[in-house]
């Protein structure tokens, strides 16, 4: 069974930056693609940005979050990262990390495209 487990969340003010790192282990974990999703208060989950494992510059980040935010990743460590810059209070969301088997296209928007999930962390950015 394949584990996510993420870090990195708290409290920021707005302007600063913050990383999150998803770190992964288990017999299961073989991904294609991995990516954050957030889920604001009141909000659907929705993607931040998703990358393919195996692949090199496949990267898919929601238009709006382009130019802050930057997802990477270390394979060597099974570790995914978020690099999110110039916080806005909108950016107040549990953020989670997610791994999927599935090829990587269009879909990896999709939430229901991926097998495992972290149990989230907590941004929370005040003015």
């Known amino acids: 069974q394949a584990q996510l487990v993420e870090s990195g969340g708290g409290l920021a003010q707005a302007g600063e930056s913050r990383r999150l790192s998803c770190a992964s282990s288990?017999?299961?974990?073989?991904?294609?693609?991995m990516a954050w999703f957030r889920q604001g208060p009141g909000k659907e989950r929705t993607l931040v940005a998703a990358?393919?494992?195996?692949?090199?510059?496949?990267?898919d980040i929601e238009e709006s979050l382009e130019g802050r935010f930057t997802i990477s990743k270390d394979k060597f460590k099974n570790t995914l990262y978020l690099q999110m810059n110039s916080l806005k209070p909108e950016d107040t969301a549990i953020y989670y990390c997610?791994?999927?088997?599935?090829?990587?296209?269009?879909?990896?928007?999709?939430?229901?495209?991926?097998?495992?999930w972290g149990q989230g962390t907590q941004v929370t950015v005040s003015t």
């Open positions: 288990g017999r299961d974990f073989n991904p294609n693609v």
């Open positions: 997610a791994s999927s088997a599935g090829r990587w296209g269009p879909w990896v928007r999709r939430l229901d495209v991926y097998d495992h």
């Open positions: 990358i393919a494992w195996n692949l090199i510059g496949q990267t």
